[in-house]
């Protein structure tokens, strides 16, 4: 990926669909240590509680679900944003067909070169 060039996404929703089971997720940038990631979720699908060794950033695009972090949960719909410190458990579960963006940052300590 060429990161002298600006990436640009108009209208990250269209760029996945919904399965009609499962959960898809791909990844749409992946620059300077920061890693954005699409996930779409059939209702009912869910993400297990885990945790990621980076800082990183849940924002709701779509739909509506249960979002469990730090062992607080929050009801998520579209504008829910929620930023985590590493290690920080977390986990989701769709009530409807859901779209959610993940930004995964540089860990602490990195200091990515400035664009």
Do not use: K
Request: net charge negative; aromatic share 4%.
């Amino acid at each position: 990926m060429d990161t002298s060039s600006p990436t640009v996404y108009l209208d990250l929703l269209a760029e996945t669909t919904v399965p009609p089971r499962g959960i898809l997720s791909q990844t749409l940038s992946n620059a300077d240590g920061v890693e954005l990631v699409l996930f779409a979720f059939a209702a009912g699908e869910s993400l297990a509680e885990h945790t990621s060794s980076r800082p990183a950033i849940i924002h709701v695009l779509a739909g509506e679900g249960d979002l469990t972090v730090a062992g607080d949960p929050h009801s998520a719909c579209p504008g829910t944003w929620v930023r985590m410190p590493p290690n920080c458990r977390h986990s989701i579960t769709a009530r409807t067909p859901l779209v959610m963006a993940l930004y995964l940052l540089p860990p602490a300590g990195d200091n990515p070169r400035s664009v």
